[in-house]
């Protein structure tokens, strides 16, 4: 048994977090709205914290998993911070999607206070989460990620070290990079299919067989076709990561046609209102 400590419960974190209490870890869990620090902790056992500190202290190993880099450094940093009570030796673990900036500025201020730093965000969604079937991508030092994965694999399917800090960060860029073509080239094959005449089942039941099979068009197809996106993982999300996305391929000098110009379509999303739909929504602008 392990002494954990989670930060964030959202669609994410609250399986995340269950996965570890069922495994028989100790955790003690902090969410910034309390009644889901209460749900969880009524539905799970374990204990909850009106702050990441104490949220985090005595902690072996401290898991955050939650909105994006000011949200990261909010339940990292200050006096009610989760830094505040570690202790040298402990560790950091970070799930949630943020810029390799905020990445490398939070590694460097553990690093001062001997606090082992991984950066490990996830694919795989809601559902990944809850069935802990997640692909996770680390970065960090060996020893570390060694020590990360004995936790991490209570929730994942699939976990590597991809490098040094921020090296889960940037993978993490590559998924949503694909995510975001496959996603707009899939609401194109419905929509012409929809204008062609064809039964739309039929077609994706077919073509998903072949080369263009993809886990999206396996898991959203018929949610697409029902016009129904009131799941999965949010527009608004979305184009925050591919903003990460763009902002660094601006700095390393990586080209990125596609991803923006969907990105500019996720925008048509939110300006219809959808920013809580699903990313298969795209296909909404289409229609």
């Excluded at 991508?137 to 004995?150: D, F, L, P, S, T």
């Excluded at 040094?164 to 194109?188: D, F, P």
């Excluded at 925008?267 to 229609?287: A, H, Y």
Aim: glycine residues 12%.
């Amino acid at each position: 048994m392990t002494q954990l400590a989670f930060l964030g419960l959202g669609v994410m974190g609250y399986p995340m977090a269950g996965h570890l209490n069922k495994a028989g870890h100790d955790v003690t869990v902090y969410n910034r709205t309390i009644a889901k620090s209460k749900a969880w902790t009524g539905a799970n056992g374990g204990s909850s914290s009106l702050t990441p500190a104490g949220a985090a202290k005595g902690a072996e190993i401290v898991i955050a998993c939650v909105g994006n880099d000011d949200d990261l450094r909010s339940v990292c940093l200050g006096p009610d911070g989760a830094f505040s009570t570690m202790t040298a030796g402990s560790m950091f673990i970070d799930h949630t999607t943020v810029s390799a900036a905020v990445t490398k500025e939070l590694h460097d201020v553990a690093n001062i206070a001997g606090i082992a730093f991984v950066d490990a965000p996830v694919s795989g969604g809601q559902a990944g989460a809850e069935n802990g079937q997640l692909s996770i991508m680390c970065g960090g030092a060996e020893e570390h990620y060694q020590r990360a994965e004995k936790i991490i694999s209570v929730y994942a399917k699939l976990c590597r070290r991809l490098g040094e800090s921020g090296a889960g960060q940037l993978t993490k860029m590559c998924n949503q990079i694909a995510i975001a073509g496959l996603v707009q080239g899939l609401s194109e094959a419905i929509h012409f299919a929809q204008k062609a005449g064809l039964d739309g089942r039929e077609v994706v039941e077919v073509i998903s067989q072949g080369a263009a099979g993809s886990w999206q068009m396996s898991n959203r197809y018929e949610t697409m076709l029902d016009d129904h996106y009131e799941h999965g993982f949010a527009v608004d999300w979305m184009r925050k990561d591919l903003g990460i996305c763009l902002n660094t391929a601006n700095e390393n000098g990586a080209s990125l046609p596609v991803t923006a110009l969907v990105d500019q379509f996720y925008k048509d999303v939110q300006k219809m209102g959808g920013g809580r739909w699903d990313t298969s929504s795209l296909l909404k602008r289409l229609s």
